[in-house]
């Protein structure tokens, strides 16, 4: 569909399908290929999301070859084999057997086994429950069934006797279905799931970035994750606003960010994806639900954080941000922070003296007294340097006003050696506090959204055809 006016109708007529609105979600662009993509990703993860599209298609172009193309590979996927009775009630028995037990991590096994099947339903993590809901799912392009993929990585966690019973019934299963090679294949090359650390979180990143500075007009784009290691789920695409709008804009993508996790009982994040010169934005005094007249503060009812855009672009940054955070993550009680700005902290290039020395990346965070504000000047700001030099954490309080309070606020968190839990005690932090302000920087280097850009030899950007 190269037209975008029969894009856009496609879009609405999908929408109405599945009671969304996708002209809003993913705005129209351009490139009919780079929105095909966008669209797919989106719908893939929502119930019947794939087939309403295809449907659509083929009433807007019912003659057209690649509308049968695209119902072929929606509609003619493997067809569910049926477990025997006996299959059922055996493995039901053995995974009631592991009810309770310690540290296994349900929802991580089951978003590891489904692949492109819908989330699991709300609920308590039962490990039998979300076997049970794994069995309505189609089987995979290799023939195995997504529930015996969750099996075995049930088994990795069960003790050795259950285990073992466990990958029996598995390679019974295969055997019966001649599928045993592949199964075999499958437990070569399964990749284990990490134990859960702490808390399970969910993310909602939403990336502002100027469109036009004379006219005051901003683009956003979002994206969703179940956790830090997923795959990022796209949201809005390009959707253009006003400054005035901006508030309102941020409400309407995190209303569609909790549509698509809305199966997901944890706690939310959400990650304002912001360059240097958007990083004043007051993220911190904007609310959903404000035209009700009872506003929702976003820092009041979500973990929130700032992530550095330029860190995600530009892989020149990523090295040093990298072997920071990993100390921060490995050795926590031997890491350091420092103070920029006011009367007591050090300056930019006292940063960028200490950052000289610290040759063993010692110092993960910064307190700014002064905050970074729009970039008017040549003079670097602390922020800019602790940008550069991978600093992984920044706190600064943004009303301009609050140097004290954020020296104060830095002692209680970063000494002791928890920085890594940073947002979630920020969070509870702001929930003790009458009015606002405090800004948290926390960069993850293992959560990232958009795709680095390479940077070419100088000596092949300038080669000319002769």
């Known amino acids: 569909m190269s037209d975008i006016e029969l894009r856009r109708q496609c879009l609405e007529i999908t929408g109405d399908r599945l009671s969304v609105n996708l002209v809003a979600v993913l705005r129209t662009v351009s490139a009919p290929r780079g929105q095909l993509y966008e669209v797919v990703r989106y719908l893939q993860d929502r119930r019947g999301g794939l087939r309403a599209l295809a449907d659509s298609i083929e009433f807007l172009a019912p003659e057209a070859r690649s509308t049968e193309a695209f119902r072929q590979l929606v509609f003619e996927v493997p067809a569910q084999p049926v477990l025997t009775t006996e299959e059922l009630a055996e493995i039901r028995g053995l995974l ?7 540290g296994l991590p349900v929802a991580e096994l089951h978003r590891a086994a489904r692949g492109v099947y819908e989330r699991l339903p709300p609920g308590p993590p039962d490990v039998l429950r979300a076997f049970e809901h794994l069995l309505e799912a189609n089987a995979r392009s290799d023939g195995l069934l997504p529930c015996m993929v969750y099996v075995d990585h049930v088994a990795a966690f069960a003790p050795a006797g259950p285990a073992g019973l ?50 005051d007009e901003y683009v956003l784009s979002s994206w969703t994750k179940e956790d830090a290691s997923s795959s990022a789920v796209p949201g809005f695409a390009h959707y253009r606003c006003t400054g005035e709008e901006l508030e309102s804009a941020v409400a309407e993508v995190i209303a569609a960010g909790e549509d698509t996790l809305a199966s997901l009982d944890i706690q939310v994040q959400v990650e304002f994806l912001l360059g240097r010169e958007l990083i004043w934005l007051p993220v911190d005094e904007w609310a959903t639900h404000r035209e009700s007249g009872l506003p929702r503060p976003i820092v009041q009812h979500y973990p929130v954080v700032l992530r550095c855009l330029e860190r995600q672009r530009d892989r020149t940054l990523q090295r040093v941000w990298n072997r920071r955070w990993r100390t921060m993550s490995e050795n926590p009680g031997d890491c350091g922070w420092q103070l920029c700005g006011g009367p007591e902290g050090i300056g930019a290039a006292g940063l960028q003296d200490i950052l000289n020395k610290d040759t063993d990346t010692r110092v993960v965070a910064v307190a700014l007294a002064d905050a970074p504000r729009r970039p008017r000047t040549a003079a670097p700001h602390a922020y800019d340097v602790a940008l550069r ?64 850009t390479r940077r070419q030899s100088p000596r092949v950007m300038g080669r000319t055809e002769r």
């Open 96 to 102: 009631t057997g592991l009810a309770g037990l310690p």
């Open 166 to 215: 466990l990958r029996d019934w598995n390679a019974a299963v295969a055997t019966a279905l001649g599928l045993l090679p592949a199964w075999e294949e499958l437990r070569r090359t399964l990749a284990p799931v990490p134990a859960s650390a702490g808390e399970p979180t969910a993310y909602l990143a939403i990336q502002v970035e100027w469109f036009d500075v004379e006219t």
């Open 389 to 452: 030099e991978g600093i992984p954490a920044m706190l600064w309080h943004n009303d301009g006003a609050g140097g004290d309070a954020v020296h104060a606020l830095a002692e209680h968190l970063f000494d002791g050696g928890v920085i890594a839990g940073l947002p979630a005690r920020v969070h509870e932090w702001r929930g003790t506090q009458i009015r606002g302000g405090v800004i948290l920087l926390h960069d993850d280097p293992g959560n990232i959204y958009t795709q680095p």
